[in-house]
């Protein structure tokens, strides 16, 4: 695989994943959805470590990867689904987008990280200032948004608090058997939810798009995504590899409008462009000043 292609489909799949949710659970309970999907990842995984012969190791280290890592499945993934009922996959794209931002902060915090610079600070702010105009947008106009809007943002919490205690365990491991070893761990609290929300199987009411897109997310949004994920983030700079960030809620908020009739209107837009801007002052913010300040002190 090369790697244009591999970051294309990145592009492509995290870009398609926030509508392919909120299709899935129109007919799906979003806690089946979600389940159905981890379920349909897990077995082709499993097969390529069999076919590749790649281990999946159960020492110590290897567990706490695992959980730290079915923390973001788990956490991240069921709150996305819940928020799918309550606002468009556009917006929770953009919402997503914050996560480099908050896995910042949260990096400072727990792993001790250097303080965030003048440039970080005024990017946090500026993305802060563009979610908080979105989301007035959203709440005022539909008085259940505020719902799928505190989903999200406790979903992209797992996901940059996952992210987070991963950066923690010294470890090697490949990433396919790190999918299939955290997909193992989030499988059982999948399915306590599940059964203690729902417990019902009423396949006769599900549409085709539902089936369709839970098939989509557990092969292409969850196994295929991932490989591509990890090939390029090994090839590519760390910087390159974040414009997907504010690359994919552009395209997932074109793809809402046409082929879902997703409203978009003049605060999203807005406040969608402080987001995005503020991702691209925290990634290159610093690099920017520095290069200007070596400049005219030449």
């Known amino acids: 695989m090369s790697v244009p292609i591999a970051y294309f489909a990145v592009i492509l799949i995290w870009s398609t994943t926030p509508l392919a949710i909120v299709w899935s659970s129109e007919t799906i309970h979003p806690t089946l959805a979600v389940l159905l999907r981890m379920l349909i990842a897990v077995v082709p995984g499993w097969l390529i470590l069999k076919a590749f012969r790649i ?61 965030f610079s003048p440039a970080r600070k005024i990017a946090l702010a500026v993305a802060i200032c563009g979610l908080a105009m979105v989301c007035f947008d959203k709440i005022s106009l539909k008085d259940d948004a505020y719902i799928g809007i505190v989903a999200v943002l406790i979903a992209v919490s797992f996901f940059s608090f996952s992210g987070v205690l991963v950066k923690s365990v010294d470890v090697a491991i490949n990433p396919m058997a790190t999918t299939v070893g955290s997909l193992l761990f989030s499988i059982p609290l999948f399915t306590l939810v599940w059964f203690i929300f729902d417990g019902n199987i009423p396949y006769e009411l599900w549409s085709n798009k539902s089936i369709l897109s839970v098939v989509y997310l557990g092969v292409i949004g969850s196994l295929v995504g991932f490989i591509a994920y990890f090939y390029v983030l090994q090839r590519l700079k760390a910087s390159t590899v974040a414009l997907i960030t504010m690359i994919t809620p552009v395209i ?36 920017v000043i520095k290069y200007n300040h070596n400049k005219y002190a030449q």
């Open 55 to 115: 281990e999946l190791p159960w020492h110590k280290k290897a567990l706490k990867l695992y959980s730290f890592s079915a923390i973001g499945i788990f956490g991240g993934m069921l709150f996305a689904y819940l928020a799918a009922g309550y606002i468009s996959s556009g917006l929770m794209s953009l919402m997503f987008g914050l996560a480099p931002i908050l896995s910042g902060v949260l990096s400072k915090r727990i792993l001790a990280e250097s303080a």
């Open 252 to 287: 997932a908020i074109s793809l809402g409008l046409v082929l879902n009739n997703e409203t978009v209107n003049t605060n999203l837009i807005v406040g969608g462009l402080a987001i995005i801007a503020g991702l691209a002052i925290y990634q290159w913010g610093d690099l």
